[in-house]
């Protein structure tokens, strides 16, 4: 629910505060290292990447630190294993022969150091988008541009949604994640897009959807609800044991492609009158 | 059975006071304000030749023993000239002081306005008063006095985020404080996210706050109470005065309805930065709303010389809105019937109901979005008070108190055909009765306490579903009940307060309270904001429950001119109240699986030295202190500072009269940056960088200090009846950047590198205000 009013606070202050912005030197703390997986399986037919590295000290001029040793295996419904090796080319563990369905549970298992880390997910079922479109709205002046996905979300079970955005062939970048809590049972709209992102009307969109489990809705969820107002920023709860961070994600996924400069003949729909 | 205690206690004073009067005589009476016809609160009414004295208690009301005879008499109270008389008692007299802090009109011999000799002789410690007059003397933001940033500036209280309203007392929560507006509790004391209060001071006579010692007939929050009293409005003469400022202006009306018998008083104040707004030519935005405004109103009314009626309400609403996609709008409402009543010279009585609400709203209808959102928390409460002054050397207090606590969290109603849901949540009912006594006793010239006690009930009452929780929150059983009581918690709270007169200008003092508080603000932010879930003592939330202990070292000097005191305390915090990560708290039956359930602890010493007469006037005060929690799922169960823990924090406020015209003002504070989480490592996911988080607050904010200006002209007035001020202000006068927030990101042109930066909420601000009077 405060999704609905924060930003309309939030984007009053900001008129007043950009221009108070500054770099500072803060002196932070070197913790112990800890390992990270973010393996996001999903019912795509391509190469199923899994990726292992530590945390690196905050100054580090590395983003992470990959770990090339770990072994990796994924269980699948009928108790067959498939080995996840490491690739230069994807810097991460790749099984070329994997693909996930529908339903079906799968386990991961990783050792790093003689470490061992579990995780146990199911894949939930897809559920279809029937229309696309796109919308232009005014706010404070300025226009924005958002994809509009809408469906008829199924009624009486909790579905999770999770949104990957990429923006003219940049890389793919973490959305948001929905869930159903206020529009069970109804028919949805998910607006994808916010007034941080540059989409033009010349804009290429690429939305990845997944249907995603509880627990790495939950997993996103926090990730997105921290914010520089946050009481107590914390990392997210991961669904993997042994302390790791990052997640084990099984989901369906559907890609959608937008060219807004075709769309905007026939199907913008206009909000600012 | 706590009725039956009750009334068996009264009906022993009652007849006590028959038993007990002899060569004694009462004299009884009232202190008001000579221009005004207010009555005053906590003045002295001494006899210096027999070193007996009284206050007045919050109606002006005060009552005193003395053997019969003729009696020299003084009455003063802080700021006002002490008058002195001679008094003849044969028997019990009635009678009522007028004092003045207008230098001219004095018939009466007169010594110059006098401080607060009682702070070094009253066996209360952790108490503070602050005038009406001494908070518009104050420099503050935006140049509108306000007495919640005024009591920030005193030692043990500690601001929230820079220009937030919101105060943490001696390392208690921000929900802790125990609000009273004339005895209603006021739930959500700040307009506009926290800049301003919602007490308009042109409404206020005077505010005590306590932060330990806390007298028995306080309860329900346990790390201070702010007790704020309305003025009644003027018994003599009509007057309006007001003020014109850049954010808000301001008026107030009071003046007799029937001379001497009857008065009342109303203020409002609104802010218009919404009228710029209006010259936007963009359509939504000069549809948009951004203002708040209060409304104060009291009127009494006399019935005779031993009953008095009074009726005040407060009603304040802060509106915000852009175009008509979106409208949230939240505010209080209180109102307090109160009767006092004097059923013998001994035994003054006072009987409130009191209502008081807090409620916020909200409208969405954009796109195929159209929902409200609306929710409420509200209390009824029928206090009852009797103060019994028939024996020798007691003061006597004892009452008793019924609160219904509603709260409707908030429930979302959705339009036709749109596309959200309606969700209900269930309301939440509970039943808090106490009783109370305590008695101030002066045990001997130098020695005197204050011990009471106070038994506190709370039913936690359905109709409504309740549900178990496992260790990770999730719901493993639910019960459903009707009208009927879920939960019954009773305890018992001590409270003793004694003082040691080492001389006649110095003390020792020492405290203990046990406090214990049913309803709990949950704010998952650094700043309170209106949406904050209330829940109150349910089954698996256990009351929290506080025990201090403080001892205090008082002492004036200069004839009063100056006053020192030094105060060191411990106080002991259970069940205390935190969340999961990524706690869902918004309109959610199984609220109560996501809180966490933990102990806090703080500690500090605090000094506290001020100057009250003379062209120079102000404070300087000074906190060394500690605040911690303990929660077994959270930074692995070891302690961790609180959010407000602040190892120092320094306040200096000097007011200067230049001239009969010019008055200058300066206010200092430096304080230790609050405990925050900063990252401890990063790493890479989705493409992104995220931050590693290793411990609870384990980091500081930067420093933070400023300084404020004021000065205030008052021109000769050209009309006998009219007045008027300008007062100029710059907050932050050197412009300090203080941090309001501090973020990490990646860096623009390399991602892979991070950087921390900080957010600078106000750099100097000026202000002007024009006030009047007539």
Known sequence: MKRFFIPAIVLLLCQLLTSCEEIIDINLNDADQRVVIEANITNFPNTQVIYISRTVPFNDARPREVVTDAEVQITGPRNNTFQFVYSDQHQGYINRGFTARENATYSLRVIVDGEVYESTETMPMPVPVDSVGMLRENIFNDTYYFATLRFQDPAGVANYYKYNVSVDDKPFKFFSVFNDKFNDGLYVTHQIGSVDDDIEMTSKVVIRRQSISAAVYRYWNEFQSTNPGSAAPANPTSNISNGALGYFSVSSETVYEFDFSTYQEFSIQDTSE | ?774
């Open chain 2, 1 to 774: 059975m706590m009725l039956r205690i009750f009334f068996a206690l009264c009906s022993l004073l009652l007849f006590t006071t028959v038993a007990h009067a002899q060569n004694r005589v009462t004299l009884s009476g009232f202190v008001k304000n000579a221009q005004s016809g207010e009555t005053m609160i906590g003045a002295m009414v001494r006899f210096p030749d027999l070193d007996i004295s009284a206050s007045t208690n919050s109606y002006g009301f005060f009552s005193v023993q003395v053997p019969a005879g003729t009696h020299q008499v003084e009455v003063s109270y802080i700021g006002y000239n002490t008058i002195f008389n001679t008094i003849e008692l044969k028997q019990n007299v009635q009678r009522s002081f007028e004092i003045s802090n207008e230098s001219k009109e004095i018939e009466e011999i007169v010594i110059s306005a006098s401080s607060r000799p009682n702070q070094v002789k009253s066996p209360q410690m952790g108490a503070l008063k602050i005038t009406a007059e001494e908070i518009k003397k104050v420099p503050v933001i935006f140049g509108e006095p306000d007495i919640l940033k005024t009591i920030q500036l005193l030692p043990g209280v500690a601001t929230g985020n820079e220009g937030s309203s919101n105060f943490f007392v001696r390392g208690g929560g921000g929900d802790q404080n125990l609000i009273l507006l004339d005895e209603a509790i006021v739930y959500n004391a700040s307009h506009l996210l926290g800049f301003f209060s919602t007490f308009n001071s042109d409404a206020i006579k005077d505010v005590n706050l306590f932060k330990g010692g806390i007298p028995a007939q306080y309860g329900g929050r346990i790390s201070s109470v702010l007790d704020i009293n309305m003025l009644d409005g003027n018994q003599k003469e009509f007057g309006v005065e007001g003020g014109i400022g850049l954010i808000a202006s301001r008026v107030k009306i009071d003046g007799p309805i029937v001379k001497d018998k009857s008065s009342f008083m109303v203020s409002g104040r609104r802010t218009y930065a919404d009228l710029f707004l209006k010259l936007s030519n963009d359509e939504n935005v000069n549809q948009s709303k951004l203002y708040f405004y209060d409304l104060n109103a009291k009127m009494n009314y006399k019935i005779n010389d031993r009953n008095t009626i009074y009726l005040s309400g407060y009603f304040g609403k802060d509106d915000l809105g852009y175009s008509d996609q979106f409208s949230f709008d939240w505010g209080n409402a209180t109102a307090t019937l109160r009767w006092n009543s004097i059923l013998n010279e001994k035994l003054f009585s006072n009987t409130s109901l009191i209502y008081s609400d807090f409620t916020y709203n909200v409208r969405v209808n954009s796109n195929d979005n159209d929902f409200g959102i609306a929710s409420q928390i509200q209390n009824w409460n029928l206090k009852q008070d009797f103060t019994y002054y028939g024996f020798n050397n007691h003061s006597i207090r004892f009452g008793l108190n019924a609160l219904n606590q509603t709260i409707r969290p908030a429930s979302l109603s959705a339009a036709e055909n749109t596309s959200v849901n309606s969700i209900t949540v269930d309301t939440r009912q509970g039943f808090e009765s106490a009783i109370y006594a305590s008695d101030e006793w002066k045990v001997s010239d130098r020695f005197s306490m204050i011990y009471g006690l106070r038994l506190t009930n709370f039913m936690v009452r359905g109709p409504g579903t309740f549900y178990d929780f496992d260790d990770d929150g999730e719901a493993i059983g639910e019960q459903q009940y009707g009208s009927e009581v879920v939960k019954n918690y009773l305890n018992l709270e001590p409270r003793l307060s004694m003082s040691y007169l080492l001389n006649g200008n110095n003390s020792i003092k020492a405290s203990y309270n046990r406090i214990v508080q049913h309803l709990h603000q949950l704010t998952n932010t650094t700043s309170s904001l209106p949406t904050d879930q209330y829940v109150i003592s349910s089954v698996n939330i256990k009351p929290q429950i506080a025990d201090q202990v403080s001892l205090g070292y008082f002492q004036n000097f200069a004839n009063n001119g100056y006053e020192f005191s030094t105060e060191i305390y411990y106080k002991d915090m259970r069940n205390q109240i935190d969340f999961r990560n990524g706690a869902d708290l918004q309109a959610n039956n199984q609220l109560e699986g996501e809180l966490l359930f933990g102990k806090g602890r703080s500690y500090g010493i605090e000094w506290l030295l001020r100057k009250n007469r003379g062209r120079l006037n102000g404070w300087v005060s000074y906190t060394l202190a500690k605040s911690e929690r303990q929660f077994d799922q959270i930074n692995g169960g070891e302690w961790f500072n609180a959010r407000q823990d602040r190892t120092h924090d320094i306040s200096i406020v000097a007011m200067y009269e230049l001239s009969k015209r010019w008055t200058a003002g300066a206010t200092f504070v430096y304080n230790t940056g609050n405990a925050i989480t900063f990252p401890s490592g990063k790493y890479q996911l989705d493409g992104s960088t995220r931050f590693y988080y290793t411990e609870r607050n384990g980091y500081r904010m930067p420093d933070y200090h400023r300084l404020d200006l004021s000065v205030v002209y008052e021109p000769t007035p050209e009309k006998k009846r009219f007045s008027s001020s300008w007062a100029f202000g710059v907050y932050n006068a050197y412009n300090r950047r203080n941090a309001y927030i501090i973020d990490f990101r990646e860096n623009e042109v390399n991602p892979n590198i991070t950087e921390a930066y900080k957010i600078a909420l106000f750099g100097a601000i000026p202000s002007v205000t024009w006030n009047f009077k007539f």
